[in-house]
């Protein structure tokens, strides 16, 4: 799964994350929005609709009391009042005195409802005591008055029908004290309250009897009056429940803790409206869930609609963008420093954009160029150095190949002397290593001017072949050696330079064998996961720990040549061999008892291969 | 071997010329050894030579030279129709297999290396001319 590490795969996907979870993240706080507004709305409507109820309860009060001052301006109420007041005493009572004059008042009590001016009017006297009423019943009006008969107050009704009577009064006439009726929210009628006001007096005092003055405040009237979106429930003590057109919503814990709630029916507000007489008329508002959720659904989908017609738009040209000004720019850089590691250094040519990356293109044409001059001078100096080799190795054997050869010619010649015949031996001698030097440089100089052919190569047929050498047999059987080879694994490598490499393996251990062993040289394999591992052991001579890199060194020697012939090349022309092939010898092991080296060859097939 | 057999060694070299021209002299003294140092006197000397119908029957060549080189001056012969049909046999210290390849390419018929030892020179010698004029047949 290279792909998923690409950048070709991971700006895009970050680009689509991000601005995806970015849209999705707006249109939450958008919905989230929405729902604070239409809180806000709610709450500003009931607001609306506090403000309205107040207005609507304050203007029937200064009705009330305009149509209460000017009804008690009539002469024969205040005459019935005063005449009544005096002679209020249920012993001292006379109906035949007192009640014309009651059943007058209670009709011009009767003639005010009847216009309208309020829905129900009671008459106190001095006492408190009601002297006559006159009220709007459901299909009626009616009016009485109370008169006594052997001392027993009795209420008489002037104007009552068969139907049934809205207000049902008790035989006590006590309770309807007005403070009876103020206290005890008495004004409820069929969950309809009355507003109430009442009059002490024309002067203020309570000289002469109280004139109760009521409206009923109807549903209709807060219907017309709040908002459309916003319902009133209007609170009846003795329902013990929120009342609104028969509808009952009983008071809950929470309704009566709190002021403002919201649950799945939508914003509810309560509220305590105050009134002159009383203490108060309280009111759930309800601003219903439906309204503000369809308005919250048609929202959230216009939202969810802009999120989708921006992410059409903003994800393919977010895509889009990244493709062109970052993932393409990348694929042209990378392909041309892929070029340019593989030997192509010509500049890349690609335009790239005005920014980082066209920087880091710039950059990298410039590592180009730096690369192709260095390149140029290092084949300058490649060159310079492989004529030099050339010169070294042909220029320098043929004089030493001369000397020997005329060396050789004194060595022949009758009139030399002893000791000019010491000198010529020794003419030859250093020639003759000097020839071997330069020899030994040019194959060296070859080795590595010649890249390996790589391919699978039989080891053991190698060796074999190796061993078959007409030379290598006669050199073997000369010390009379013993080999042992193991099988051996098939490696990547040049069979041609392998070949070299176990003629000069085999050599070294013949060469450098023990006076006093028969040499025996013993080659094997293992195998690990990353390499190839070639074991040669021999008896011979062994080195010191502190000696096993210098063996590798070329012409490096650890022996004087008067002892072991040779020129200290073998062993750094087989590092070579091997480090072509991404391979190395080592010492493994080496003392007393004779030598091993190790062959590491790479199980990698991706080398440089002169093939 | 027939006294018409002639040899030219095209060497710079004085010190091997003379090794050369000893050793001729000691294993066959019926060749007719030829010397030019030169690759450029060397063609000066076979035009002459083939203006009078005595062309050499073998030429020995060394690569290493001034001027003009071993293997220009093979090219140049082997570019002339009569000269290359005389076999021309490269004798040098380079022990180089791009100068044997090449050598090879431009038509040489034999490569040898100069040996270290005058036994080993002579015993070379020996059986090159042993070789080119007694077992093989040559080009008339």
Redesign the interface.
């Given at each position: 799964m290279i792909w998923l590490n690409s950048l070709a795969f991971k700006l895009p996907a970050f680009v689509l994350v991000t601005v995806g979870a970015s849209l999705l993240l707006s249109a939450y706080l958008i919905d989230h929005r929405l729902i604070s507004y239409h809180r806000q709305t709610a709450s500003d409507l009931i607001d609306e609709s506090v403000k309205r109820i107040k207005d609507v309860l304050w203007q029937a009060e200064t009705e009330l009391f305009d149509e209460g001052q000017w009804l008690l301006q009539l002469e024969s109420l205040q005459a019935t009042l005063a005449l009544v007041n005096n002679f209020q005493r249920a012993e001292d009572y006379q109906p035949f005195v007192f009640n014309p004059e009651k059943q007058i008042a209670a009709e011009q009590l009767l003639n005010t409802v009847q216009n309208g001016t309020a829905s129900a009017i009671f008459l106190f006297d001095r006492n408190n005591e009601l002297i006559s009423y006159a009220q709007q019943g459901a299909h009626h009006f009616e009016s009485g008055f109370l008169s006594y008969e052997n001392a027993q107050p009795k209420l008489v009704i002037n104007s009552a029908t068969s139907d049934t009577p809205s207000l049902r009064y008790p035989q006590d006439i006590t309770p309807w004290h007005p403070k009876n009726v103020v206290n005890e929210r008495y004004y409820f009628v069929d969950g309809t309250p009355f507003l109430v006001k009442s009059y002490r007096n024309f002067e203020g005092t309570n000289a002469i009897g109280t004139l109760v003055l009521a409206r009923k405040l109807t549903h209709e009237m807060l219907h017309t009056t709040l908002p459309s979106n916003v319902k009133a429930y209007l609170y009846h003590p003795k329902q013990q429940a929120f009342m609104a057109e028969g509808e009952a919503k009983p008071v809950t814990q929470k309704d009566a803790s709190t002021r403002w709630q919201h649950d799945n029916d939508g914003f509810w507000r309560r509220i305590t409206v105050g009134s002159t007489y009383t203490d108060g008329l309280t009111f759930m508002l309800h601003y219903p869930s439906e309204h503000y959720r369809v308005e919250q659904q048609a929202t959230r989908q216009g939202v969810l609609f802009a999120v989708l017609i921006t992410a059409l738009f903003v994800l393919p040209i977010s895509f889009w963008l990244v493709r062109r000004f970052m993932v393409a720019p990348l694929n042209q850089l990378m392909h041309g420093v892929n070029r340019i590691s593989y030997g192509d250094k010509r500049p890349m040519t690609d335009t790239f954009p005005n920014n980082e990356l066209g920087q880091l293109a710039d950059a990298v044409n410039a590592m180009s160029e730096q690369l192709k001059r260095r390149e140029t001078r290092l084949k300058r100096y490649a060159h310079e150095m492989e004529r030099l080799g050339?010169v070294m190795?042909?220029?320098f054997?043929?004089p030493?190949?001369?000397l020997?050869?005329?060396s050789?010619?004194l060595q022949?010649s009758d009139t030399c002397q002893h000791e000019d015949r010491q000198a010529a031996d020794f003419i030859h001698q250093q020639s003759?290593r000097l020839?071997a030097l330069v020899?030994g440089a040019?194959r060296y100089l070859?080795l590595s001017r010649t890249l390996p052919r790589i391919e699978p190569v039989n080891l053991n047929k190698v060796i074999d072949k190796v061993l078959a050498e007409p030379a290598m047999h006669e050199r073997i059987n000369r010390v009379n050696a013993n080999i042992y080879v193991a099988t051996l694994p098939r490696v990547q490598a040049d069979a041609s330079h392998l070949g070299t490499l176990f003629t000069l393996l085999v050599d070294n251990a013949l060469c450098y064998r023990h006076p006093e062993r028969v040499p025996f040289v013993e080659i094997w394999a293992a195998e690990d996961t990353e390499r190839n591992r070639v074991y040669i052991k021999d008896n011979g001579v062994g080195m010191a720990p502190e000696h096993h890199q210098q063996a590798f060194s070329l012409f490096g020697r650890l022996v004087t040549s008067d002892h072991y012939p040779g020129i200290g090349l073998g062993l750094s022309m087989a590092r070579q061999i091997m480090r072509q092939v991404d391979g190395d010898i080592t010492v493994d092991a080496s003392g007393p008892a004779g030598t091993v080296f190790l062959l590491l060859f790479s199980k990698d097939t991706n080398h440089e291969s002169g093939k | 071997m027939s006294q018409a057999n002639s040899v030219l060694l095209v060497e710079d070299?004085q010190?091997?010329a003379y090794?050369t021209q000893k050793v001729f002299r000691d294993i066959a003294e019926d060749i007719a050894l030829s010397h030019t140092e030169t690759g450029e006197s060397a063609l000066e000397w076979l035009a002459t030579r083939q203006k009078e119908g005595t062309l050499p029957d073998l030429i020995l060549l060394d690569l290493?030279m001034p001027r003009m080189d071993g293997f220009t001056f093979l090219e140049q012969a082997k570019g002339q129709e009569r000269l290359r049909s005389i076999p021309v046999v490269v004798l040098t210290?380079?022990?180089?297999?791009?100068d044997v390849d090449r050598a090879y390419a431009l038509g040489a018929a034999g490569y040898v290396v100069?040996?270290?030892?005058?036994?080993d020179?002579t015993h070379y010698m020996q059986r090159l001319v042993g070789y080119w004029f007694s077992l093989v047949k040559r080009p008339d």
């Open positions: 050339y190795t042909h220029h054997q043929e030493s190949r001369r020997m050869l005329f050789q010619q022949a003759t020839s020899d040019r070859e | 070299d010190a091997d090794i290493n210290t380079s022990a180089s297999q791009g100069k040996p270290s030892s005058i036994d020179f």
